[in-house]
């Protein structure tokens, strides 16, 4: 704390990201990020880029990629916003839609970043607790005050809720923006996207980062009505005029395009997935329904906590949350069949130690 922050800086309780390490033979599964590398397409459309312009500001509108990903949905560039990571539209999305003296609501266990912005804007919420299964309680988010926030498929838990809930929350807050956080949605049954051109007040979040393998390159998207659209651009535009660098717009565009390869490597970590569940359980590890690309497990006996330690000291990184109510679990990221192999061999040594 110093004397020169301002009542901003001093109110925020900045998110703590997973650990990053830069070690050879770690096997990384704790920040769900892809085990695949991007596309063939996007590492090519990216050197084409650094030969031409990098002397040159980026396009501000973004259009040529807004418009692809649009096409990808059936949606026009006008319903289509981007921004450098989803972080930072979900960032731009607090801004634009919730206000100071409205409570936003949110589930009790989700992504912990919501109250990282909550409180840095200045944005009261309350959290909704889930159901004794983890899955949401769909009513309680009904007629909230200054609008919802929630991941779908939910982290951690990585349990998907299906359209027809959704619907009902976006249905019952007609006067407030619901926003659909679908980090995980590509490896999970449908979109909300379908929604948009049926409600005015949905607005649904995604990220390149995950299904596409891009968690380095920063591009995440926004999609809803242009009335919406309108208002993130407003913000960025108050904020920096070029959040999406040249390499950015064009390796996300050349993402977007290889629709083979998106649905050649998510079909694997999904079938990845399902062996990965069928092992753990075996061992006895309960394994919450996954449409992610991670799974949130706990075991019988041995207590998570225990579990984390024993599989950093082999090198191998999954993410535990010291909170009440999931202090039980780990959540595991879904990596190649190797890794997966290697994690369910350690974790069958460990439990009989
Ligand atoms: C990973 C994740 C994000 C952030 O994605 P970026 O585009 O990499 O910033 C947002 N929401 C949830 C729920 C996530 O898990």
Redesign the pocket.
Do not use: C, H, M, Q
């Given at each position: 704390m110093s004397k020169f922050w301002s009542s901003m800086v001093k109110r925020t309780e900045p998110y703590i990201p997973g650990e990053q390490v830069e070690q050879a033979n770690i096997v990384k599964l704790n920040?769900?990020e892809n085990p695949y590398p991007p596309s063939p397409k996007v590492t090519a459309a990216i050197k084409e880029e650094i030969g031409r312009s990098l002397q040159l500001y980026p396009s501000p509108t973004a259009n040529e990629l807004r418009e692809t990903i649009g096409r990808h949905y059936g949606l026009s560039t006008d319903e289509v916003f981007v921004g450098n990571?989803?972080?930072?539209?979900?960032a731009f999305s607090f801004m634009a839609f919730f206000e100071p003296g409205h409570p936003i609501r949110f589930p009790n266990v989700?992504?912990s970043?919501y109250p990282v912005y909550a409180k840095l804007f200045d944005i009261p919420y309350e959290e909704v607790p889930l159901n004794k299964d983890f899955t949401l309680c769909v009513d309680s988010f009904f007629q909230s005050h200054g609008g919802v926030i929630l991941?779908n498929p939910n982290?951690p838990t990585s349990i998907y809720a299906g359209l027809e809930h959704i619907e009902k929350i976006v249905q019952n807050n007609p006067d407030q923006v619901v926003i659909i956080?679908e980090?995980?949605i590509d490896f999970a049954t449908e979109s909300a996207a379908k929604l948009i051109r049926k409600y005015d007040n949905v607005l649904v979040?995604q990220?390149?980062?995950?299904s596409r393998s891009l968690?380095g390159l920063?591009?995440?998207f926004a999609m809803g009505d242009p009335s919406l659209i309108n208002a993130l651009i407003r913000i960025k535009d108050s904020f920096n005029s070029y959040t999406l660098d040249r390499l950015a717009l064009v390796g996300a565009k050349a993402a977007f395009e290889d629709v083979a390869y998106f649905t050649d490597t998510v079909g694997k970590i999904i079938a990845t997935r399902e062996k990965t569940k069928d092992s753990l359980q075996n061992l006895d590890f309960n394994v919450l329904p996954s449409q992610a690309n991670f799974v949130f497990v706990s075991h019988k006996t041995v207590p998570a906590e225990v579990l984390y330690h024993e599989l950093k000291k082999e090198g191998m990184l999954v993410r535990y949350f010291n909170k009440p109510g999931i202090d039980n679990y780990l959540r595991i990221t879904i990596g190649t069949d190797e890794q997966m192999k290697q994690l369910v061999k350690r974790l069958s040594e460990i439990i009989k130690l």
């Open positions: 920040t769900n990571g989803s972080d930072e539209v979900l989700t992504y970043f991941p982290a956080d980090a995980y979040i990220t390149t980062s995950k968690a920063r591009v995440g």
